[in-house]
């Protein structure tokens, strides 16, 4: 069975701090990988994908993750976090297959930055 | 419609009551699912409905807990005899399905409080 760890249940930075949310997952074959965000009262939405090719990834709002196959992590990263990124970051795998299309989501990493 | 709807945004129901879940997907996607987030945790899977295949029911908790969806439209998720343990957000989502690289779009979710 898949599973997805997130390391980190609560980040606090500053403005203008570097990011980065460690993200481990557990599969048995090639997987898909997806970071989704949640901002305070709004819906779940994708920050950035993960299917094949190039294991740097670049989403909306400057973030990227780079997936590492052989540490099985796909960690979440932004150079310089904006008070607007405070939200609840979901790592989430589902296997590459043509009958796989349940997602698996780690637990979550809630991230505050104040100004 | 534009993205996945989901009523009740809000429920507080007493317990031993039942309660009923109404989502809505984007048109056109074949694929639905329900998941479910206590507070603290991920989202758990709870099922899958793809086309006119037989859903997956594996993340069902219990037997109170029945969904139906008519044909590629509306679903909804039917807790019966409510628990304490069944206050969570429960979140439906969308996909075009297979291929298993279909991204999933989310509903805000609807907050369930039993007491």
């Known amino acids: 069975a898949q599973s997805v760890s997130q390391h980190n249940h609560h980040v606090i930075l500053s403005e203008a701090a570097s990011l980065e949310l460690g993200c481990n997952y557990s599969y048995g074959g090639t997987v898909n990988l997806f970071w989704y965000v949640q901002y305070p009262g709004q819906h779940l939405q994708l920050l950035l994908k993960?299917?094949?090719?190039?294991?740097l990834v670049k989403g909306i709002k400057g973030f990227e993750a780079e997936f590492i196959k052989s540490k099985f992590s796909f960690n979440l990263r932004k150079p310089s976090v904006q008070w607007s990124d405070t939200a609840e970051y979901f790592c989430a795998v589902r296997g590459n297959g043509g009958s796989n299309y349940k997602l698996t989501f780690g637990k979550g990493t809630l991230l505050t930055v104040n100004p | 419609g534009a993205g996945v709807s989901q009523s009740p945004s809000n429920k507080v129901t007493e317990k031993g009551k039942d309660v009923e879940l109404r989502c809505d997907p984007i048109s056109g996607h074949t694929a639905l699912y329900w998941y479910r987030q206590r507070l603290g945790q991920g989202l758990e899977f709870l099922i899958y409905f793809q086309g006119n295949s037989a859903p997956d029911k594996s993340g069902l908790p219990s037997d109170r807990f029945s969904a139906e969806r008519t044909g590629e439209s509306v679903s909804t998720l039917t807790i019966q005899r409510t628990q304490q343990e069944d206050s969570a957000v429960y979140l439906c989502?969308?996909?075009?399905?297979?291929?298993?690289?279909?991204?999933?779009?989310f509903g805000e979710g609807s907050w369930l409080t039993v007491v």
């Open positions: 989502a969308s996909s075009l399905g297979l291929p298993a690289g279909n991204t999933i779009y």
């Open positions: 993960y299917f094949s090719g190039d294991p």
